[in-house]
């Protein structure tokens, strides 16, 4: 499987970026899909998962600013962030888990939130 992540960039506090991520390859019909985050000098963190059949998490300091979606015909999930703040300042990384545990990570998209 491979992950082709984009829609990273610099924009100023309170604007908003969309990011998306295509998976192609052998996708199965079960699977997580979704976006962590690593900031410089901080571990990989979680910011919003989806599954095939659209049941969503996300991390709190994103609840109601960032929204989770997916096109399954596609094999791609997006994030829609709102409301950036400079602590949002991060490398973004699309995963692709299946139910049995195996990962697949794209290669990142920088997104930058200053004034």
């Known amino acids: 499987v491979q992950l082709q992540a984009s829609g990273g960039g610099l924009v100023h506090p309170g604007g908003s970026l969309r990011l998306s991520c295509a998976a192609s390859g052998s996708v199965f019909s079960f699977n997580v899909m979704g976006w962590y985050r690593q900031a410089p000098g901080k571990p990989r963190e979680l910011v919003a998962v989806i599954t095939s059949r659209e049941g969503t998490n996300y991390a709190d300091s994103v609840k109601g600013r960032f929204t989770i979606s997916r096109d399954n015909a596609k094999s791609a999930v997006y994030l829609q962030m709102n409301n950036l703040k400079p602590e949002d300042t991060a490398v973004y990384h699309c995963?692709?888990?299946?139910?049995?545990?195996?990962?697949?990570w794209g290669q990142g998209t920088q997104v930058t939130v200053s004034s």
């Open positions: 995963n692709y888990q299946l139910v049995s545990g195996l990962s697949y």
